[in-house]
């Protein structure tokens, strides 16, 4: 796609060679060429942190461990059953330690485990690349719902 100036708007996004691109695909080489039969690890992850829940939480935690209740208040808009529920799928998938307090009442506190980490990288630089695109994703979805209606006008 041509931008004003007849630069190519995808140019400003690149920098990664197609070595490094062949480089991060590697990973899945093996799936596809069992012609994506089986279990997908993608998917399987996907599943678990592709809610925007499960990405809030871990983004949270990667600032320092944090309390349920401070969790929840952190967290807009979630409930305390949803955080609840996200918060055990991301244990159980070892991405966060809960750790239970002997207190009255008891408390829980949680963090993120090595792996929750790892992941943590991931996610941040996927949330730092939103955050410096939106308002280029913003326009470009403008300019999509503009053709779009002249596009329905036409017929």
Not at 66 to 77: K, S, Y
Not at 116 to 134: C, F, K, Q, R, T
Request: net charge negative.
């Amino acid at each position: 796609m041509v931008a004003k100036g007849g630069t190519n708007s995808l140019d400003r996004h690149t920098g990664v060679t197609n070595d490094e691109i062949e480089e991060m695909n590697e990973g899945v080489d093996s799936w596809i060429a069992n012609e994506f039969s089986g279990v997908c690890p993608v998917r399987d992850l996907l599943d678990r942190i592709g809610d925007k829940w499960s990405v809030m939480v871990v983004l949270r935690l990667g600032r320092g461990t944090e309390r349920f209740r401070a969790l929840l208040r952190a967290v807009d808009g979630i409930s305390q059953r949803m955080l609840t529920v996200t918060l055990r799928g991301l244990e159980s998938d070892g991405l966060v330690h809960r750790e239970v307090f002997d207190t009255r009442p008891p408390s829980v506190a949680y963090s993120l485990t090595p792996l929750g980490v790892s992941l943590l990288v991931h996610i941040s630089a996927l949330a730092n690349w939103a955050m410096e695109n939106e308002s280029e994703v913003r326009a470009a979805q403008s300019a999509f719902s503009a053709n779009a209606v002249k596009s329905s006008e036409g017929h």
